[in-house]
């Protein structure tokens, strides 16, 4: 064994995942796994949820459906990202919403 042929390159993984090199970058790494993790579940359960309310006979199609439908998948996830303490956009939107309903309600 030569000395050029020696050298052993680190951190090397075939998949392209580097470890994080500290805790700030391990803590990125939690926190993107457990982004990727709430995106996987609402995916999996809002097509089960659509598909079930087309076989219902709703119209899924519908431009007014899918936007409605989309808005409830996005407050889904930014639950499911609250509850992580993961900050998601939408939960600024869903407070603003919240304090309407409560003032509707007692002037109603």
């Known amino acids: 064994m030569t000395q050029s042929n020696n050298v052993i390159e680190f951190p090397f993984h075939e998949n392209g995942f580097t470890p994080a090199q500290n805790s700030e970058q391990l803590l990125e790494q939690f926190q993107e796994n457990k982004k990727t993790y709430i995106n996987q579940v609402v995916d999996h359960y809002s097509t089960q949820l659509i598909n079930k309310l087309g076989m219902h006979g709703f119209d899924i199609y519908e431009d007014n459906f899918i936007k409605s439908f989309s808005y409830t998948v996005e407050s ?26 409560e003032e509707f309600e007692e002037n109603s």
Request: hydrophobic share 40%; net charge negative; no cysteine.
């Open 76 to 101: 889904l996830r930014a639950t499911l990202y609250q509850s992580l303490d993961i900050y998601h956009p939408f939960e600024d939107h869903m407070g603003e919403i919240m304090e309407a309903l």
